[in-house]
């Protein structure tokens, strides 16, 4: 009886902390996603600024990035003076 007492004290504690690994792992994932997106939508924002004019295809594409396109994307925004400069940005 003490026993199972033990082991069902030890599981309880396990799945606890278990459970709280898992929250704080999703929140950082949840919050670098959040980030990722927040950037997305500031760079179409500055773009269509900068250019005038995105095509939905341009904001499509943008938006489907990886972090690397991203990365790439922000780094050369000086440089970025048409569409089609993005697309060979992306296509690079």
Known sequence: MIMCTSL?????RNRK??????????KKVGLDIGKR???????IEL????????SKET???I?????????QLTKQFVM?????????ILHS
């Open 37 to 43: 997106e927040g950037k997305k939508t500031m760079l």
């Open 80 to 88: 970025i003076n048409s569409q089609e400069d993005i697309l060979e």
């Open 17 to 26: 902390a278990g459970f709280n690994e898992g929250k704080n792992v999703g």
């Open 63 to 71: 938006r489907n990035c990886n972090r690397k396109e991203l990365e």
């Open 8 to 12: 069902d004290l030890f599981a309880k």
């Open 59 to 61: 904001i499509q594409l």
């Open 47 to 54: 773009l269509k600024t900068k250019i005038g004019y995105l």
